[in-house]
């Protein structure tokens, strides 16, 4: 058994509140006693947007709020070298340690050897850009691309001979306690941070306190047996409850008790 990690620190996503302002995010983070914002580039901090970039970046910094991830929708199938390019941009600018991407748009069970390999050569390549600008890549765990199960990104992270290169997770609605700690068990210490809600089958969402004991499984589970490879990790809150800024407050303290030390 690994040493006992520090718990995740919490944060929300941007886009779980894609209509609001960046001032609006911000002062809802603080309400709701977060330490960070993953910003997504769909919205809030579009690629190559460097004055959007720079005045989030103030706001956050005069909030006090870390900007430790970016939420990128480059998906390692058909960006062009310009769109990672303006994507690192705006993330040095946020001063942020890993920047997301996808895992191409087909599912593992369609994807043939081929474009596993395409994915994984764009992959490299982004790790290795991204290395060069001071930060790294993370895959984000999501149906329809090469990580749509542990086990195809188990595969994919070890066919991309990049051992920075780390993994976020998140449940889908079916996912079992059992399940959970079996797939993060796959990905292993490349973990990096996880996206946090609680939601039904049809995606109907749920309070996180709904959810309170699958959480604690998990959450204890990464502290306990796969401590994060740099010493920090994070919990994002998402996809919060008819979108509701009161429901995320509720979440984040419930997700703020389950990360506490002990």
Known sequence: MSAIAPPPLTGLCSV?????????????????????????????VPPGDTVRATHVAELCANASLLTPTLGSYLRCDDDDDQALADTLQVARILGVERIRVWAGRLGSEEAS??????????LERYCDAARDAGMRIALEY???????TARSAAQLLELVDRPALGMYWQPTPETSLADALEQLERIGPRLTDVHVFHWLAGKRRQPLESGRAFWAGVLDHLRRELPAADGRRFAFLEFVRDDDPDQLVRDARTLSTLCAPG
Do not use: K, N, Q, Y
């Open 142 to 148: 999501h149906p329809d691309t090469l990580t749509d």
């Open 113 to 122: 050897a081929a474009h596993r390999a395409r994915v994984a050569a764009r």
């Open 16 to 44: 779980s509140f894609r209509t609001s302002s960046c001032e609006d995010i911000v002062a809802l983070a603080r309400r709701a006693g977060l330490a960070a914002i993953e910003w997504g580039t769909d919205i809030h």
